[in-house]
């Protein structure tokens, strides 16, 4: 599907245009003749495509992670959080893509998330650590379920390990 076409009018060598370049300057052409209602629509249903495409790609990715996660000898629990940060992450991404579709500046929208992450880091930093220590407990697992323990004022048998935390009896 090569097409000559001679873009100088000068009797220069003719250019090939590729099959995807036609079908790019079709779409082009035709854009450019659509009224604004035309074009609204238009953004609106690739909107929505893309925003169920993404939905099926994202739930593919994760039953993908999910599978390749169950077969490593990492946590449940470890598991479903990874797998709950990423989702959000995709459904993030799909999100500012639609919008982007739409028409509307998505770079203020990113830095403003980038932003609020960061705020939102520092306001929970010290949770942070609990938070990072009870994952550190569940990966290396220094004990477990039914274990006798003694910390700093504490001691008894371990009931329960969470990510939040670790219950005793």
Known sequence: FMADVNVSGTGAAPVEMSFFEKILN????KSSQLSVTEQITMNLICAVL???IGLAVIKVILSVAR??????????I?????????RAALLLLVFIAVLK????DTNSLVALIGAAGLAIGL?????LQNFAAGFMLIVFKP???????ELANTSGVVEKISIFSTTLR
Do not use: Y
């Not at 079709?26 to 052409?29: C, D, G, K, N, Q």
């Not at 004990?143 to 323990?149: A, E, P, S, Y």
């Open 26 to 29: 079709s779409l082009t052409a």
């Open 50 to 52: 893309i925003f169920f």
């Open 67 to 76: 599978s390749i996660l169950n077969k490593t000898k990492i946590d449940v």
């Open 78 to 86: 470890i598991i479903n959080f990874l797998l709950s940060i990423a």
């Open 101 to 104: 579709q739409l028409g509307f």
């Open 123 to 127: 306001a929970l930093q010290s949770s």
């Open 143 to 149: 004990f477990k379920d039914g274990d006798f323990v």
